[in-house]
């Protein structure tokens, strides 16, 4: 089978993939200032959660989390009479959205804790709440450190996507898959899925440096 008719399926397999990570890394991105803003709450019990999310979506793998939000969750909701099934797009967004959050989420309170201390004493001279510190004065100033490192977790979770072939979603890695067991063209196949994988990784990465450089300027400008 000629190489280019593998094309169509992969082209619709590669547009689930990139909405997947679209998807997920903007929520991801919402769960990482929560947990990371959440860290270094005041309130204990706050703080407490935030540390708890953290430290268990970085310290079990992906795949796990992705198969316990598939598999296990509707047993633990048939057991409790509630209906926790989830589709596998849902499903997936969410396990890639918590993971990536997590690491985020140690990319925000880096961020926010390396802006120098003279200006939260500034601002509270100032009669600032903690509340106006954070939002007015740390966090403008932590976002433009964060970028880079959020860069590198978009690609990374661009590339994670590839996972949730393992529950049915009809991805780039599940319509190869499907191609390869039909057409039992290993090379072929893996070659344009290596390639179609770089390509999308390089444009994601173009467009985090584009955002990357707005932010900067952004800030540059004092807005």
Known sequence: ?????????????????????????????????????????????????????????????LLVQLFWLFFALPVLGQALGIDLRLPPVVAGTLALSLNIGAYGAEVVRGAIQAVPHNQHEAAKALDFTP????WRIAIPQAVPEMMPSFGNLAVQNLKDTALVSLI????????????????????????????????????LAALMRLLETYVGRWRARGT
């Open 1 to 61: 089978m000629n190489w280019l008719s593998y094309l169509n399926p992969l082209m619709e397999g590669a547009w689930v993939t990139i909405r997947l990570a679209l998807y997920s890394t903007l929520l991801g991105g919402v769960f990482a200032f929560l947990f990371g803003i959440g860290r270094l709450s005041s309130l204990r019990l706050c703080r407490w959660i935030s540390i708890a999310l953290i430290e268990i979506f970085r310290g079990t793998s």
């Open 131 to 134: 509340r106006q510190i954070l």
């Open 168 to 203: 049915g979603l009809g991805d780039l890695a599940f319509q190869a898959e499907r191609i390869r067991n039909f057409t039992q063209d290993s090379v072929g196949v893996y070659t344009l899925l290596l390639f179609m994988y770089f390509g999308m990784a390089l444009v």
